[in-house]
């Protein structure tokens, strides 16, 4: 990732750092965050920063089909920025991905690029899905509870920072939701973390299945 002088404690909080001991609002719009989001981002540059990337989330971001890394193509581009500046915050804990992002990406403009640059990218419907039972349920829990912010077809919502699920990995997903079940991700949608605490991980599994599962393209 292209490196610029500036670096992340100059914009007001280390990536190491943490909310814990502050007050926390969800996706409160300051700091890094809203000078990416305010960043034109250039889909070149974009590319030429995320070939550090890809050695966890592989090329053209299509992630890995066992969960360890999301897939990041055609994500929108205000979530993207989202949880990489919440990561380098100290919101978002994922340790794997922190000394990445602390080293090599260390401006809002090298963000604002690789958010733009991922979210140009295609998603394809090879991504990993699960073992196809409890479909039926998983479908009606879905329009029940996660429709309002995902979308009818899993595509989320970039004005409301709502990430699109269709075509992101099962298991990836399944892990991630329990995370923010068990409050062990850090900066969950307070609305998701009450409307999922009660799911148990039978349910959660067939729901990341279904998920997977949601057709790409709205049919004709």
Known sequence: ????????????QSPGSSDADSDYTWNAMQGEKLQALAAKGDATRGE????ICQGCHRKNALGRPDGSYPRLAGQH?????????????GRRRNETML??????????QDIADIAVYLSELPVTPDNGKGPGRDLVEAEQLYRFQCVECHGEQGEGDAAQFYPRVNGQHY????????AIRDGARGNANPKMVEIIKPLSDTQIAALADYMSRIPLL???
């Open 99 to 108: 000394p990445f992002i602390d080293r090599h990406v260390v401006s809002p």
């Open 171 to 178: 298991r990836y997903l399944r892990r991630e939701m329990i």
């Open 218 to 220: 709205k049919p004709r």
């Open 48 to 51: 030429i920063s995320f070939e």
């Open 1 to 12: 990732m292209v490196a610029v002088a500036l670096h992340a404690s100059a914009w007001g």
């Open 77 to 89: 581009r205000s979530v993207l920025i989202k949880q990489m500046t919440d990561v380098r915050a």
